[in-house]
Every structure is written in structure tokens, then in C-alpha cells.
């Protein structure tokens, strides 16, 4: 009989069909037995969870956690009838914050990156995607970066970032998109490589930011470095951001309010994950939802997440954005569960988190609920009663 460093016996066990009650063994820091309570196969210290869900601890796979400053005047601003598009041509928007984050010393960004992280994990959260783009410059970006990666040093989460040089043109290019990603976005991405701080490369295709030859010049460099890519793609209106995405085989494709059917069958093939953010879609009172019903259809996977920023989505709870994905988008509470589980983590490229299977990272949360949909369900009540990180109890 093979040894564990600890068994948790007694759970249900989540995402999974039915009633599905059993329990996990855990060595170094991986799972190394998922079954029937009953049958364990293996010998160790036992926890007994006394029926409570046990689920891979949560993926918060699009954020934007590193950043100076607020825009919670911009926030009045919507509130009385300006859209996001109008305020960041008139120059508040991503390039407000871009100010606030080149001022802002590394120190200063990591403290105030800190209490958002802790809400996240809080929450039962495991794993968070990072990215730049509050930069536009080669210093900050990088600067942005090793916050991240500093973050991921500092505490039992594991961070995933992505380099967004691409996320807005500076004042100083302004009219001059393709000189800015020659002379800032491009060079930066090259030296973030090179300093070991990228594992992804983001891009925002929209008529504020980047066309689509645009970014294509972006993932075309990021092919060169051996990068992943993915793309906030189809927010405000229709570019063909989500076709391209699926061209170069991206992770994910993100936001997608307006996407459509061909898009969805694109993604489809591509085996691109479509990222769900009702935090923006919320916080910017959108009307036209994702293609939810195209997604399903064509069975592109939907994961969920945060969005959390300082502008179009103020949001570090991933419980709640797990109900505003049912409730604004009419997921079902187990695709809610899948999309911050196992779709997150495809959503990253990440293939050793986001299930309950031998073999996968022993990064679990432990919640005081009945059923499973108990995590979209409730509004403003965390649930968590403990999260393990690689098989530590954190």
C-alpha cells in the first residue's frame, strides 16, 4: 500500500456528476489518488471533511491586478451618461492609469497589489493570471512584470503573467499605432522574455487600441519567442479579434460580447477557450451579452473570471463573478464551476491544475456548502473554510 503525507476523506467531490462523494490523497504536493471513500488505496494521515465540497481551488484567469491608482471618477462619469469609449477619448481610460503606474515605485505597486490578491485568494483562489499594460513604455512594463512575479514568490498562489504591451497607444503615439509597437511594445516584449517575466502574450483589438494587422505583428513576435498568445477580443464592437485569435491558435479569446456564431465555430477548431467577464459587461452596463448559446452549440469551453482593474471591472471576487456569469449570462452553476476550474486553467495553458485527478497540482479549496452550486449561488458570502496550495494547508 502506498503512503500519503494526507488523505481527506469524507468530501464531495466537485465539478463532478451527481452526488459524487469520496475522497483525495495528497503527496508532494500533487494528488495522488481521487476516488470512493471507502477505498482508499493508500495509508496516512486522515482529515475528515465531514461532507463539505472539495473542488480545485479556484483559476482567476484575466486580471489586472498590478496597477497605480483608481478611476473612481470615471466611475461617476458613466453614471451620468459617458461611455467607456468616450472617456478614454478624451483621455482618462487605460491611459489615466498608465500615469498613476509610472509614477508609482515597484514598492508602492506591490503594496497596493497585496489586499487585492488577499481577497482573491481568500476566496479559495490557487492560481491568477497578471498582466502588464498599464505601461505603454519599456520600464514600466518590465516594472509591472516582476511585481507579479514577486507576488507569486510572496504568497501560496501561483501567478501566470502576461505581457499586454499592446493594451493602448501612449499619448506620445498617439495616431501612430505601428511606430509605438516598433519602437515601446515589441522591444519590451523581447526584454521581458529575455528577463524570464512573460508566459503569455495579451493584446486588446478594439477601435480604441490595436486593429487587427496590428496585433497580428504582435503574435507574430511573440511565435518568434516560443510565446503562448490570447486576445480581449469583440467588447465594444465587432473587429475581428476572435477570428484572428482562432487563426493562431490562441489560449483564449476574451470578453466577446460581440462575437459571433462563425467566431464561435472558429474557436471551436482552434480549441481557443472563450473567457467570460460579466465584471465589465456589469460595471460598463452593456446590453449585448457574450454568444453563450453559440459557445455551447459549438462546444468551445467558457471559463470565468475577474477582470479586476481599475477602470471597466473594479471586481476581486471570482465567487461573484461566478453569479453574475449565471445570472447576466445564464451559465448554469456547474459550467460557472467548470469555468473557474478546468476551463480556467486551459484558458492559461496550464495542464496540471483545475482538476480533481492523480497526478494534478494538490491545489484544492474546501467550502461549508451542501451543493456545489452553492458558489454561484449566494451573493456576497464566502463559503471557504479552507484552501490547500500544493498540499499545505494555507
Not at 91 to 110: H, M, N
Amino acid at each position: 500500500m502506498e503512503s500519503a503525507d494526507l488523505i481527506l476523506t469524507n468530501a464531495r467531490l466537485a465539478p463532478g456528476p451527481g452526488d459524487h462523494r469520496g475522497g483525495v490523497a495528497i503527496r508532494d504536493g500533487r494528488i495522488l489518488w481521487v476516488g470512493p471513500a471507502d477505498a482508499v488505496p493508500c495509508a496516512g494521515p486522515c482529515r475528515d471533511l465531514e461532507g463539505r465540497v472539495l473542488t480545485p481551488a479556484l483559476i482567476d484567469c484575466h486580471t489586472h491586478l498590478v496597477h497605480g491608482g483608481h478611476r473612481a471618477r470615471e466611475f461617476a462619469l458613466r453614471l451620468e451618461g459617458a461611455s467607456y469609449e468616450q472617456i478614454a477619448r478624451a483621455g482618462g481610460g487605460i491611459v489615466s492609469t498608465v500615469k498613476a503606474t509610472r509614477a508609482a515605485s515597484e514598492d508602492a505597486l506591490y503594496a497596493q497589489a497585496v489586499p487585492r490578491l488577499e481577497a482573491l485568494l481568500a476566496e479559495g483562489v490557487g492560481t491568477v493570471e497578471i498582466k502588464s499594460g498599464y505601461g505603454l513604455d519599456r520600464d514600466t512594463e518590465l516594472k509591472m512584470l516582476r511585481v507579479a512575479r514577486r507576488l507569486g514568490q510572496a504568497f501560496p498562489v501561483r501567478v501566470v503573467t502576461s505581457f499586454l504591451g499592446a493594451h493602448a497607444i501612449p499619448t506620445a503615439y498617439a495616431g501612430m499605432p505601428d511606430k509605438y509597437l516598433t519602437d515601446i511594445c515589441l522591444p519590451a516584449l523581447r526584454a521581458a522574455h529575455a528577463q524570464g517575466l512573460v508566459d503569455a502574450v495579451d493584446g486588446f483589438c478594439e477601435g480604441i487600441a490595436f486593429d487587427t494587422a496590428q496585433i497580428a505583428r504582435v503574435y507574430d513576435e511573440a511565435r518568434a519567442l516560443g510565446l503562448p498568445v490570447k486576445l480581449h477580443a469583440e467588447q465594444l464592437s465587432h473587429r475581428g479579434g476572435a477570428a484572428l485569435a482562432a487563426r493562431h491558435g490562441a489560449l483564449s479569446a476574451d470578453h466577446l460580447e460581440y462575437a459571433t456564431d462563425e467566431d464561435a465555430r472558429a474557436m471551436a477548431r482552434a480549441g481557443t477557450v472563450a473567457v467570460l467577464l460579466p465584471g465589465a459587461f456589469y460595471a460598463l452596463r452593456e446590453t449585448q451579452a457574450p454568444p453563450v448559446a453559440a459557445f455551447r452549440a459549438q462546444g468551445v469551453p467558457m471559463a470565468i473570471a475577474t477582470d479586476a482593474n481599475p477602470g471597466s471591472s473594479p471586481l476581486t471576487s471570482l465567487l461573484l463573478a461566478m453569479n453574475m456569469a449565471c445570472t447576466l449570462f445564464r451559465l448554469t452553476p456547474d459550467e460557472a464551476l467548470h469555468g473557474v476550474t478546468d476551463h480556467a486553467a486551459r484558458a492559461l495553458g496550464l495542464a496540471d491544475t483545475g482538476r480533481l485527478a492523480a497526478g494534478m497540482r494538490a491545489d484544492l479549496a474546501v467550502w461549508s456548502v451542501e451543493d456545489p452550486a452553492e458558489l454561484a449561488y449566494r451573493i456576497g458570502f464566502n463559503p471557504l473554510f479552507t484552501r490547500y496550495f500544493e498540499g499545505r494547508e494555507c
